[in-house]
């Protein structure tokens, strides 16, 4: 971990020289981040570059193998949700659509048999902040992706004060439902202050979203804003596929 002398002033996570990955094989390398409080990183790159290792090292479930990730301490006490990759287990969850959502407290919720009557408020409005609110009493596994996606971001929301990761979000999404799920990211980000990292491999979108990019590649990582990305010999492929 970094001391907190070499993080500023909103700083919720910097990386510096850092390597990830498993059994002594590196993943990713020499890596440079800062994340700050009210950005919008998408972190985008080709299958197998890293990505979603990345995420599991930024939410302190991987160690790295070299360099330093330093953690705001807010974050160490629970103050970030993770909406991870859907299975097809996990699609057919046999629960409430409010039970799904108030999972997200349970953090919090430590020895306590119940949920708190706080915990149901605020499990409530994020559905409803989410567009879902009247869906809470259906079972999860009976709604459509979309829906199921909605819910398991007001449960990311349920575990999250300051910054919310996102591992592929609209996969599986048809446009309409992913166009919506961009527009509450974005809306969470700039009206609630919400940080957000998402990993995607839907670019365009992601471009006039994000704040800054991540672009983690074979032949080396590029962060900076979408500017400067499309700018770059990284995003030289997707202006030239325009």
Same mark, same amino acid.
Request: aromatic letters at 0%; a negative charge.
């Given at each position: 971990m970094k001391h907190n002398s070499q993080a500023e002033t909103g700083d919720l996570i910097v990386c510096r020289d850092v390597s990830l990955g498993y059994e002594g094989q590196s993943v990713?390398?020499? #890596? $440079?981040l800062r994340v700050q409080s009210g950005d919008y990183l998408c972190v985008v790159g080709d299958n197998g570059s890293g990505k979603s290792t990345l995420l599991r090292g930024l939410l302190g479930l991987l160690p790295p193998q070299s360099g330093e990730i330093w953690r705001a301490a807010e974050l160490e006490r629970?103050?970030?949700g993770y909406l991870p990759q859907q299975t097809r287990a996990q699609r057919d969850f046999p629960a409430t659509v409010l039970e799904v959502a108030l999972s997200g407290c349970l953090n919090r919720k430590g020895l306590r048999f119940f949920y708190s009557p706080k915990e149901k408020t605020?499990?409530?409005q994020n559905l409803g902040k989410l567009g879902v609110l009247e869906l809470k009493d259906q079972s999860y596994r009976d709604l459509s992706g979309g829906q199921q996606q909605r819910v398991l971001l007001?449960?990311? #929301?349920c575990a999250a004060s300051r910054l #919310?990761?996102? $591992?592929e979000p609209i996969t599986g999404l048809d446009p309409a439902a992913a166009q919506d799920l961009y527009k509450t990211l974005a809306y969470l980000n700039r009206q609630e202050g919400m940080a957000v990292i998402m990993v995607t491999h839907d670019l365009r979108p992601a471009l006039q979203s994000a704040g800054m990019v991540l672009h983690i590649g074979r032949r080396g990582n590029f962060f900076g804003t979408p500017a400067e990305y499309l700018a770059s010999p990284y995003g030289r492929r997707f202006k030239e596929a325009e």
């Open positions: 990713l390398q020499h #890596l $440079d629970g103050a970030v605020e499990a409530l007001a449960r990311a #929301l #919310l990761i996102l $591992d």
